[in-house]
Structure formats: C-alpha cells, structure tokens
C-alpha cells in the first residue's frame, strides 16, 4: 500500500458493519472509516469479519457457525481501488483454500494472461509478484527458458509450473501435483514456437513496486465469473482468448456475494422440513409431546475405534443416551438427566426412546384417537447421541480404482434396479463385502488394519472373541433353511443370472384369506426383548400390550413356542437366537409403528425394521457427527434415529466437525459445501448396513456403493444382510377360521357419532364456543391458559370460562392464570410460571361458575407434593421469587442451534423469565469482557451433547457451558444452578 491515501468514495462502506480479529494497518482503519463503516464490539453484530489470521479461533466461529463473510484487509484497500465493493469470496484468509500459502512470480506472460493469472491466484488464497525472491513459492512461466527459470532450476524451494497449473487447479477444485505441469513437458509446434519467441521480449515487463505485491492494482477479472478450463499446450495468446470468452469464478456465481448461504451452517433444521411441519399440524394444533435429550455421562470402558464390532456394554445394559430420562439417578446432582416436557396434555413420556418410536403406540391407547393424531405426537427434534470423545476419526479414503473397476459397480447397479423393478422384493445384489453375523454360515474376516494401541487390541480381540461365540451358537441352533436360496459369493463381479438371484416371496398373513383391516394383527402373537429394560415409564409396555390387542394381536408375557413375532431391538441375545431357531419372525418396534399405519401385516422392508446387529447400547458410530441433506418429514426422522441407534451425533445444520453428510441427491447448498470441507458424502444405505452388521462400511464412504444417489428406496436393506432374518417371512401366517369368526374388535364409530370424536387440537373450536355473557373491565378480566388436560376437557373449562367473562390468553406473556392439576414440564406451564398471577386447579373455575363470578383463589392454589419432592423445590415459593424478580434478568444466552426442545421453545422460556436469546454465538473476547466488566449484562451459553463440537473454544479456555436443564429447572425451581447442569 502506498504512503497516500487513495480517496474513498462517500459512504462506500456505509453497509459495513465490520469486527476486527486481531492488529489491522491504521490505514485500513482509515479507509473503513473514511467510507462510514462501522465498528462493532461484538462479532454476532457484523457484517464482516476482518482478519489476516485465517486460523484464529474467532475467524474460524464466525465462518462455521454464523456463516459470516471473513475477509482480508486487502479487500479495504482494493475495494477503494476499484471503487466498489469487491466480492468476499476472493479474499479469504483461510488456509483451506486451493492457493493458500503460495506466492506466485508471473513470467513471460502477457499483460491480459498476467491480469486473470493474478485474479485466479488472488481470489483462491495465493499472492502474485513479479520479482523472483526468497518469497515465491512457484514460478508461472509458459516455456522452458529465461534468466527467472534458470534461477528457479537451482532453488529446490520453487517449483516450475505452466498456467495450465493455475487452470486445472481451480477447475478440479485441489491443488494439483506440480511435477505433471513443468514447462519442459510441453511440445510446441514448430509454428507457434517462432511467433512466440518473436513475441517473448514483449511479454516480460520490468517489475515494478505497483505490480509486485499481493495488493497491486485491481483487475476487473475479480468481478468475472466462472472458472476457465485448462487445455494444453498453454500460449499467451490462446490463454488471452479463453479468459475473454469464458467466465472465471466458478465459486460465486450467486449474485449474492455471500453466496446466499447464510443459514446454511446455522439453522437447525431445513426449510423443506420445517414447511413440512406446518402443513402437518393445523392452525392452533400443537404437537403433543416435546422430548429432551438427555445429558448422560459416557459409557465407561474408553473409546473404542469405530471399526470394533458390538460394544463393551452387556447386552442387557440399559441403553443410555437421548430422551432416556427418567434413570434412577435422574435426580440426583451428580447426574441430572433432560427430562420431557409435554405439551398441553398430560401424557407422561412412555419411552426413553427418540420420539421415532416413544410414539409409536402412544395416541392409540384411547379408542377414539386416529392413529394421525399418534403421528402428530411425534414430529419433534431428533435423538441426541451420547458424545464419547471429541477425537474426529478421518475415514480413511479407499485406494484410488482404475477407471474401468470405478464404473462397474455403477453399472451393476444400473443392471440390478431394472432387475429389481420387475420384482415384489429385491434380491441379494453382488456384495463387496461378506454376509453379516446375523446370517450364521459365513464370519466377515476383517481386512488388513494398521497397528493398534494394546488396549485397543485386547478390546478388539475380546469382542471378536464373544462374537465368534454368538455366531457358533447360532450356527448350531440354526435350522437348515429349505427354502432359503444361497447368496451369491462375496467374490462375485456380475450378477448371477435371474433364476439365481430368485427368492421366494415373502408373506404377511396368507394371501388366501381376507383379514379385516380392524384386525390386521390376527394370529400375530407377540413376545417383547430389550425394550422393557430400557423402558423408564413401565405403564409403557402396558400400552403396547393394549394397542396390539386392539388389533387382533396377543402379546405373551415370556417368549414360547407359540409366538410368532419376537420384538425386539438387536440381534446379539439369546432370546434372539432362539427366536431364529424356530424360525420366528424378530422385528423392530420401527417394523411395529410402520404396520400400524398402514393397516396391514407387511414384510420388513427398511434397515429400521430388522434389529440392529450389535448389541444395546453398541456404538459403532460414536465418532461420527451426521447431517443429512434432501430428505424430509419420515425419512429425515428415520435417518435421526438410525444415527441414533448407530451412537452417531446428529445435526441439522452442517459444519467442519461433521464427519458425514447423508445426500438424497447430490445436490443442494449442504452438499457444496461437504464436497469443498472435504466431508463424505453417502447415500443412505451407507448407516443402514452399518445398523445391519457391515461395519466394513465405516471406512467405505468413497466406495461407489454408498456414493451411488437418486436410489428408489434409499432405505432399503441390503438384501444379503437381512437373508436370516427373512427366512420367517416366505412362509404365510396362517389365521384359523375360528379365529377369525370369534374376534370381537372395538366397533367402528357410526356415521353420525362421528363429530363425537375427540378433536386432535387441543384449542376449542371456534363455532362451539359461546359469546360471553358478561363484559368485565381488562383489569379485571382473567387471561387463562390450560395445561395436562384432554382436548374435550380443554373446551368444557373454555366456555364456562367465556360465559363468566373470562379470556383464553393468546400467549404466556399475556396469561394472569393457569389451571392444571398437577405440575407437568409443559412448555405452558415452563413459560407462565414467570409471568402468572395464579396457578389454580380446574376446581377454581367450577366454583366460579358455580357462583356466577370470579372467586379469589387463594383456596386454589395449586400443591403437588409429590412434583415438588421429584423436583426439589416449592411452587409457592417459585411463585413468590418469580413475581419478586424475573429470574433471567439483565442476562443473555446464547443456545447452541441443535438444542432440545427446540430452539424456538427454549427462547420463549428464556424470554417469559426476563432473558434475552442472541442470534449469533459470541466470542471468547467478547464472553471476558462481559465476564469483567460487572456493568455488562451476564452471557450464559447453553448446548447438548450433539453440539458440543462448536464449544471446543469455550472448553479449551475453561468457559462454562451448560445443558438445557440450566433453563428448564431453573425456571421450574426460579434458581441459577451453575454447577448442576454443567458440561464437563
């Protein structure tokens, strides 16, 4: 930069609202100034992070988790040069770029190539000059000759390189080998040689200050778009042609300089999804149940490489995790778990389960409640995995195949799917791996693996060891399958021809008689593993015993011969291996909910319909952090909980620390950016043969099975891991004609008692309320909310509430009173206890009218000892500390954005106790400052399991990071707990 000062345009940088990482030039600050940018002390509040140091930690949170453009200050200087504001995309100072590090010298190149050149190498995170010193990296030269490239011959410390380097770099989006692009491997023709060397005096220019540093004049190729592509040989005339026709900056092509790629990493869910959620639920419908991932310490025994098969846990240890909150010790301050919130209706979590199947039997415990409502109850955030280490295991990347070996797997599966399509159910493709345990006459022999640590051996070796046991049982319990066909060979390159790769069809009920639909579970006798071990809330096996029995089913306290159906969750038991034995059909409660939906008894047909080939509370995936882009509503909760189940983390939103990224299509703003971090990205068979015994598949992500997307049922088993387990399914359940006269189902409601029904909406419908009979003063008029009631309940207490005067309040913030009969965690009664007047039982509002007015309600007031011991605390006295003082006071929080219960959930708690949410996670300058200075309002952060990856900061510099429980407590109990709840 020159000593003067160039003149800045007024208010250029009127839009700039920027924050400065580290020491800028006092000119910068200038410039910044001169065009009215403003400074902001707080880095959620910019609009632009100004930094040299690409690897400071603050650089580094405002790209992965605001998603904030982070700029050089040479975007300052050549901003006011070029008299615009330039793109921020070529002028990171991140060392991920494809030039970062490198400092050019141009050579022998005309003024138009020396241009695009400097643009090309600038924008992607490399410096450009034309002296040849102790600073350059590279030498850009087009031939193998001049006074630059036999000084660079000598320096072992710059590489040689032509243009085309530069071009097919940025166009294959990695730095290319330097050797494959010397100047002397190119062979001019005889023609082109002599017009260059007449023209080659003219190219070479005398170096000057201006044009030899990084920040030199600007080029208007920065402006251009586009990437050309590089053909060899190189000239400097044909390279001036292609740089006029063609667009240069593949990487921001939006008119958006950002890209239009906020939110991106931020959101916790996607748009797609979250439109989903709003057609699902009606206008005032409210889901049912909110689950809270639990906050459990990690299995102890060490962290195991993912490779290991099975878990060091026994097969009956409880599975902790997530939404497993009601333990023994729940309560206790050493370990206090997430506990649900219900909301609006008094319905106890049945399930420590992710909501995927805490709802499955949940809504059709009552006769008069669809099985629509039951979905509703389930459309909340996703299970949280248990985190076990923070160490990121890189997978590790496949031997690069031969273009030949690359594409047949492409087409065998071209092959397969139009074989498929001809065919009820698919059969066994070729298989690069071996069949799993759960098919007992073959044993995966795992590959060749780099050396072990001892520990990590032993462990090993032992699980291999109790596996080998597990697979020689089940060999010698295992019938001889008469009608089982045998796999193709793990060898095989084609596929076998059709009449091989026949199975037999696989059968629900017996195709021959019809089975009502009320009954589609006649003649399934059911027997229940795993799951009651793990179940907190015991009434709800009670449940599914009554929900199966509605539908024709029976449900047998212990497992015997005449069970036909093992539920169950994974394959490594002995009851399973009995059940196998005798050919009994072993499914999931997955399997369980899907057959609900539809009515009818149909073959297993997705990975979470098959238990899961390890045992409870096995992690395969425990190092792994998942997203997953293109899927929605069901399969987007399906691929939450097989993460789930694998012990993977997952997260809607997508940033460095992910491991995985899970593509539909490999398309989309998530998918660009996993391919530019460097991020695997698979299809979704890649986790459901990871669930089904392939653990092979953990370092398989760049094979062409799993990058293979578009499929038609990307949830579809592999056929030849599941063989076994539908060995059960190709003989039909056969349904007694007794049977079948003698079942007495639950009766179909009539055509007209069919507006009797409960509505699913717990508000009153509008037309049934009647208009007040009486006005009061706002003063005096009571604003209620109802909470732990039936819908039906719900709209009684709504008109004699209206007949008296009364209102229903539109929000917490505007509630005086709120009725229920007992504490629940509801977000209801977790948002008004803060700003309520009174917390009343329905009693109150009998008495009311039964008198024809308002009644004081001191006799009342609502007591549950019972609640009030769980929770250690006294309502009266939170209510007391609530009206005194809001609890969250002059405090900030900011929540991390996979938190659960929702984001939106936990800021309306926060908010009705006097706090405010931040939008953007602050710094560690910022937290100390705030820390420091006792005039600054108190920054609390609060996260989960699943997101403690973009706490790494805080933890490293010793901040308190808090769970959910800090917030849900709190506002319970009115107290700050900053010791109870904290991360470790």
């Known amino acids: 930069m020159s ?6 345009p007024e208010e250029m940088f009127k839009e700039v609202k920027y924050y400065a990482v580290g020491d800028l030039d006092p000119q910068v600050i200038q410039l910044l100034k001169a065009g009215k940018a403003k400074e902001v002390s707080y880095n959620a509040l910019a609009s632009h992070i100004i930094s040299e140091d690409g690897d400071n930690p603050e650089v580094g949170e405002a790209r992965e988790v605001f998603d904030l453009p982070v700029v050089k200050p040479s ?28 400092t050019a010298c141009l050579s022998q190149v005309s003024p138009e190539d020396r241009s695009a050149l400097w643009a090309m190498l600038t924008f992607h995170g490399g410096g450009c000059q034309l002296n040849l010193n102790r600073k350059c990296t590279h030498l850009v030269v087009p031939e193998p000759k001049g006074e630059k490239y036999e000084c660079a011959l000598r320096r072992a410390s710059i590489k040689i390189v032509t243009p085309d380097w530069v071009l097919d770099c940025i166009s294959e989006k990695t730095r290319k080998d330097e050797a494959l692009y010397h100047p002397r491997l190119i062979v001019y023709e005889e023609e082109e040689e ?37 053909e060899p040989p190189f000239s400097p005339k044909s390279s001036a042609e292609k740089s006029k026709g063609e667009l240069m900056f593949d990487d921001s092509s939006d008119s958006s300089p950002e890209k239009q790629e906020r939110n991106l990493n931020w959101t916790p ?45 026994a097969p009956g240890q409880s599975l902790q995790g997530p939404e497993r909150p009601e333990v023994m010790a729940a309560w206790s301050p050493a370990m206090r778990t997430l506990r649900n919130i219900t909301n609006n209706a008094d319905i106890q979590q049945m399930s420590s389960r992710p909501s995927n199947v805490a709802h499955i039997l949940q809504s059709l415990s009552a006769p008069t409640k669809t099985l629509e409502q039951q979905v509703n109850h389930s459309q909340q955030g996703p299970a949280s995995a248990v985190l076990l280490g923070q160490v990121k295991v890189a997978p590790e990347p496949a031997p690069a195949p031969q273009p030949i070996l690359h594409l047949q797997p492409q087409q065998l599966l071209q092959l397969q799917q139009q074989h498929l399509a001809q065919q009820p159910y698919p059969p066994p493709p070729p298989h690069p791996f071996p069949p799993p345990p759960a098919h007992p006459h073959q044993f995966p022999q795992p590959p060749l693996q780099r050396p072990q640590p001892p520990l990590q051996q032993q462990q090993l070796s032992h699980l291999q060891q109790q596996q080998l046991q597990h697979l020689q049982r089940l060999q010698q319990m295992q019938p001889t399958p008469t009608a089982q066909l045998p796999g193709p060979p793990a060898q095989a390159l084609q596929p076998p021809p059709p009449q091989a790769q026949a199975q037999p069809p696989l059968f629900g009920h017996d195709p021959a008689v019809e089975i009502p639909e009320e009954g589609f579970l006649l003649g399934c006798v059911f027997a229940i593993a795993d799951y009651p071990e793990q179940m907190s809330d015991k009434q709800l096996l009670a449940t599914w015993k009554r929900i199966i029995q509605a539908h024709g089913g029976a449900v047998d306290p212990t497992f015997s011969s005449r069970c036909t159906h093992l539920l169950c969750e994974s394959q490594v038991s002995g009851l399973f291996a009995q059940a196998m034995k005798e050919r009994k059909r072993c499914i999931t409660a997955h399997w369980l909910n899907t057959v609900l939906k539809k009515k009818k008894l149909v073959p297993p047909h997705r990975a979470l319909h098959f238990p899961v080939a390890f045992p409870p509370g096995g992690k395969p995936c425990s190092q792994h952090i998942i997203s997953v882009t293109g899927f929605v509503d069901n399969d987007r909760d399906d691929l939450k909980l097989m993460a789930y189940l694998a012990g993977a983390k997952y997260t809607g939103y997508l940033c460095r620390s992910n491991t995985v990224l899970i593509c539909r299509e490999p398309t989309g703003l998530k998918y660009e950016k996993a391919k530019e971090w460097r991020i695997p990205c698979v299809n979704a068979q890649w986790l459901g043969d990871i669930l089904l015994g392939n653990f092979e598949a953990l370092r398989q992500t760049q094979y062409g099975r799993y990058t293979a997307f578009g499929l038609q049922d990307p949830f579809a088993p592999t056929p030849q891991l599941v063989l076994s387990l539908l060995d059960a399914w190709r003989v039909p ?21 069919v507006t009797n029904v409960q509505p699913s909406s717990k508000r009153a419908r509008i037309e049934d309320i009647p208009p007040p009979t009486k006005k009061l003063t706002p003063e005096l008029t009571p604003f209620v909310l109802f909470t732990g009631f039936e819908p039906v309940q719900v709209q009684q207490y709504i008109k004699k509430l209206y007949i008296l ?15 229920a009969s007992k504490v629940t965690r509801t977000v209801k009664f977790l948002t008004a206890i803060s700003v309520v007047k009174h917390i009343v039982t329905p009693e109150w509002l009998e008495e009311c009218f039964k008198c024809q007015k308002f009644v004081d309600e001191q006799n009342y007031l609502l007591r549950d000892a019972e609640a009030e011991v769980l929770f250690s605390f006294s309502l009266e006295e939170s209510l007391r500390r609530a009206h005194a003082s809001p609890l969250f006071k002059a405090k900030y929080f900011y929540i991390t954005p996979g938190i659960c219960p929702s984001l939106s959930t936990m800021k309306a708690i926060v908010e009705c106790a006097g706090g405010k949410v931040l939008s953007r996670q602050p710094s560690f300058r910022k937290l100390m400052e705030h820390k420091q200075n006792k005039s600054l309002s108190e920054i609390v952060l609060i996260s989960c399991e699943n997101d403690l990856h973009l706490c790494r900061e805080y933890f490293a510099r010793g901040i308190d990071v808090h769970n959910a429980e800090f917030v849900l407590t709190g506002v319970l109990t009115q107290t700050l707990d900053y010791e109870s709840y904290k991360f470790n």
């Open 194 to 230: 002599e017009e260059e060397e007449e023209e080659g005096a003219g190219n070479e220019e005398p170096d000057s200050p201006n044009e030899g540093s990084t920040d030199g004049k600007s080029s208007p190729a920065s402006s251009q778009e586009g990437s050309p592509s590089g």
């Open 75 to 102: 975007w300052v200087i050549l901003s006011v040069q070029c008299g615009a504001l330039l793109p921020v995309n070529g002028f990171s100072p991140e060392s991920c770029q494809i030039f970062f590090g490198i």
């Open 269 to 313: 869910a996607e748009v797609p999804q979250l439109a989903a959620a709003k057609r699902r639920l009606p206008p005032g419908k409210e889901p049912g149940l909110i689950n809270l991932c639990a906050n459990v310490p990690p299995v102890p025994g060490g962290i195991l490489p993912p490779e290991v098969r099975g878990s060091l846990l």
């Open 805 to 819: 005067g009364g209102e229903v309040a539109e929000s917490a913030q505007k509630c005086t009173h709120l009725i």
């Open 3 to 8: 000593g003067q000062v160039p003149r800045v």
């Open 733 to 753: 359940l056969k349904v007694s004609s007794e049977l079948l006269m003698g079942v007495r189902l639950p009766p179909k409601p009539k055509q007209n008692e």
